[in-house]
């Protein structure tokens, strides 16, 4: 094993920030992060709207929803990413690649949080809705006050799963080149060109870091004293 | 941009073709190796053995919360240098990117498996095992004959998202070069510029894959649970 040829600080600085320094452009794990966290964000909120819109008692837009759910899961993420990244270019538009993964990204994942979404208000009882419309809130409130908010702790262990997902999934921006943790890595690794096991190693190693982060601090809001303590505050 | 669809009944199609039975071929091996896999892990994770429960937990943790992607060019890149010599240049000269995927994938989803399986297994009542025990069944046989067939209809369900899920991830085998699907939409896409054509089939193909096989695991589910009282499902364990 010869890590010390890979792990030398210029070889972190790439793989962390890419030639942040050298020639200001974002790459590496902060490339990763933004492209995760921006399409974590991003599809909380598409999946959110497509999720509410799944149980709606309108046939139309629960079937839309529906539509949308089973079109985008059953395609692997990498096809979608090749539509966002081709389809524009048909029109005479091209979206940055960055654009265009997390287009795809957003997508794809705004899919499985909608049927996340759905699942967690149908986890609520029925007793609640009836009694807040009883006690005088109107339908939106209902849902605004009572049914959203235990609806997220009942989704909370679901989600913090699509999230470590998501993150993994933005290592597919390297197929088209965009310069993300593994693009980067399979650069250092092309470039020592005899340590392929520890430059793997490496990456693995920072991706595990960081997914398995990210699930230990979602699971700590699984405690409903201290979900409540964070999101209940109002 | 001009569209020609005629193009499909041509090359290119025979191409796509030819691509659908590397992704099929692909995701039957892995589906196999990862739910024997899976199989194994679980049923060693939910006996509880305190000797192997450490490494059980590293590997489920370890490919689960890393790219697949990352795991494939891993597996592909370090062969040459893990494999004995003789062994790599045999399977170089019948190319082991295959080889490569199929162990990528089935070690990555073999993770997801496991955990089904565990759970399959946990969400049965211990009663039922010491019920099985206490009338004199042997161990295995209560295992396989009291417990397995409860919790397969239990575990079901996640376990068809899980294949689904490899179908998927096979085109990710596209980055070390297997022909599948999506590696031959590049290829009819750099070599004759019909890439919106072929990416349309590729993706209506990958789409009644995924439709049919979720379609089956429906049918397959309902036919194990004729017997009980409908009620909600649990929430499924899912991956990518």
């Known amino acids: ?234 | 941009m001009h569209l020609d669809w005629t193009i499909l009944w041509g090359n290119p199609g025979l191409l796509i073709l030819q691509g659908l039975v590397v992704t099929l071929q692909l995701s039957a091996w892995t589906l196999l190796l990862a739910f024997l896999l899976g199989l194994l892990i679980g049923t060693v994770r939910w006996l509880g053995f305190r000797i192997t429960e450490p490494f059980c937990w590293l590997y489920v943790e370890l490919a689960r919360n890393t790219p697949p992607v990352v795991q494939i060019l891993f597996w592909y890149f370090s062969a040459s240098y893990v494999l004995p010599a003789w062994l790599f240049i045999g399977m170089r000269d019948v190319g082991y990117e295959f080889g490569a995927a199929v162990v990528a994938l089935a070690i990555y989803h073999g993770a997801f498996v496991a955990e089904v399986v565990r759970a399959g297994l946990n969400s049965i009542p211990p009663s039922q095992f010491d019920a099985a025990r206490a009338l004199g069944l042997s161990f295995p046989h209560s295992l396989l004959r009291i417990l397995a067939p409860q919790a397969a209809r239990i575990a079901l369900p996640p376990f068809v998202n899980e294949a689904t899920s490899i179908v998927k991830n096979t085109s990710l085998a596209m980055a070390i070069g297997v022909t599948e699907l999506t590696y031959q939409y590049k290829h009819i896409d750099s070599f004759q510029f019909r890439g919106v054509e072929a990416l349309a089939a590729v993706t209506a193909i990958y789409l009644m894959l995924c439709l049919v096989i979720a379609g089956l695991g429906h049918l397959l589910s309902e036919r194990l649970s004729q017997h009980v009282v409908r009620r909600d499902t649990p929430s499924a364990l899912t991956s990518e």
């Open chain 1, 1 to 234: 094993m010869e890590f010390e040829r890979v792990w030398t600080m210029a070889n972190w600085e790439r793989l962390l920030v890419g030639d942040l320094f050298n020639q200001g452009v974002i790459g590496g794990l902060l490339m990763t992060l933004l492209l995760g966290t921006s399409a974590i964000v991003l599809s909380t909120a598409l999946g959110a709207i497509v999720g509410v819109m799944r149980t709606s008692s309108w046939r139309t837009i629960s079937a839309a929803s529906a539509v949308y759910v089973q079109a985008f899961r059953n395609v692997p993420l990498l096809i979608l990413v090749f539509w966002a990244y081709f389809f524009p270019t048909v029109f005479g538009l091209q979206l940055s690649k960055f654009a265009s993964v997390l287009i795809a990204l957003t997508l794809f994942t705004a899919a499985y949080i909608a049927e996340i979404v759905s699942g967690g208000i149908r986890s609520v009882g029925r007793g609640h809705v009836e009694a807040a419309r009883a006690l005088g809130l109107s339908p939106i409130e209902v849902q605004l006050w009572i049914v959203l908010p235990q609806a997220f702790f009942n989704m909370l262990p679901a989600l913090a799963g699509r999230y470590v997902v998501a993150i993994k999934n933005t290592s597919l921006a390297f197929l088209i080149g965009l310069a993300d943790l593994t693009e980067i890595g399979k650069q250092i690794g092309a470039r020592l060109m005899t340590a392929p096991i520890e430059v793997y190693l490496t990456l693995l190693m920072i991706y595990f870091v960081v997914n398995r982060g990210l699930s230990m601090l979602l699971r700590a809001l699984e405690d409903r004293h201290r979900f409540n303590r964070v999101f209940m505050r109002m």
